[in-house]
């Protein structure tokens, strides 16, 4: 059972961190797809400041694994994922571009298979649904 949350916007979002925390505690495999560069390093007052410290500090803390986050380095995150073979049962972000490339790709991705969740105030009912959806598929088809 794995799932994909986008970072900037989403996991940022303490309500989002609390989401991943149960998904996890649930034995879900939690991943994050971002677009940001795996090493963006500023100058900042005479010292190189990496500014993903943020994001792993969260990431951190819920205990997401650094080899669970994939950084697409402003590349669409379905291609990266095609380029990867990685699926999800659901990924959920907050940029329309990306949940539109994902629902419109699926012909020419068969590598990837995901449901597209795009973040509002019942994100969390939306990406229930999904992982009862897939539940209850895995469950018949066994
Ligand atoms: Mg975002």
Redesign the pocket.
């Known amino acids: 059972m794995k799932v994909s949350l986008?970072?900037?916007?989403?996991l940022?979002k303490t309500i989002v961190q609390q989401y991943a925390s149960e998904l996890l505690s649930r034995g879900i495999d939690v991943w994050v797809t971002?677009?940001r560069a795996s090493n963006p390093r500023v100058y900042v007052n005479n010292e190189y400041v990496d500014k993903n410290q943020s994001l792993f500090n969260v990431t951190d803390r819920l205990g997401i694994p650094r080899n669970k986050i994939i950084f697409t380095e402003s590349k669409l995150k379905i291609d990266t994922w095609e380029f990867q073979k990685q699926s999800f049962i659901f990924h959920l972000?907050?940029?329309s571009v990306?949940i539109k490339e994902m629902a419109n790709e699926s012909i020419d991705y068969p590598n990837v298979i995901t449901t597209p969740i795009l973040?509002d105030n019942n994100f969390k009912q939306k990406c229930e649904l999904i992982l009862k959806l897939y539940e209850s598929r895995t469950k018949r088809s066994k």
């Open positions: 986008d970072f900037d916007g989403v940022s971002t677009t972000d907050d940029a990306e973040f």
